[in-house]
């Protein structure tokens, strides 16, 4: 679970100032949705939501984000059903605290948070990289 917590990453940005990564996180995402909900776009499971299990907390992180750029953009709680929407907010939160666009930090820190522990995140590691490979 969401503890926060290819086409081209472009593809899923409608504002050139929320994404400018290029790296194709599309596997790594396709992965994450089937551990999280197993593609359920109407998942839920405590606060978290959706197919990538968003909570309320990285909705308002994405939102400071945005802020933080200058963008007038800004994501709902409803936003988190709606799969585009769940990825552009991975994607932002990958560009902001990922920009060196690490595989397993950005698997990590989407289940245990910023400060996640590799050993309380090693089993959700392992299920998403066994759909990875």
Request: overall charge positive; aromatic content about 10%.
């Amino acid at each position: 679970m969401l503890l926060l917590c290819l086409a081209n990453a472009s593809a899923f940005a409608q504002d050139e100032e929320t994404i400018d990564s290029t790296f194709d996180w599309n596997p790594v995402m396709d992965a994450i949705i089937q551990v999280e909900s197993q593609g359920n776009p109407q998942a839920v499971s405590g606060n978290s939501c959706g197919v990538m299990q968003i909570t309320p907390i990285l909705v308002a992180e994405c939102n400071n984000i945005l802020k933080k750029r200058k963008s007038k953009k800004r994501f709902k709680l409803s936003d988190r059903f709606n799969i585009a929407k769940s990825k552009e907010m991975f994607l932002l939160f990958q560009s902001f605290y990922n920009p060196l666009n690490n595989v397993e930090q950005a698997i990590r820190s989407w289940n245990g948070g910023l400060r996640y522990s590799v050993k309380g995140t090693q089993r959700y590691f392992n299920k998403v990289m066994s759909f990875l490979k």
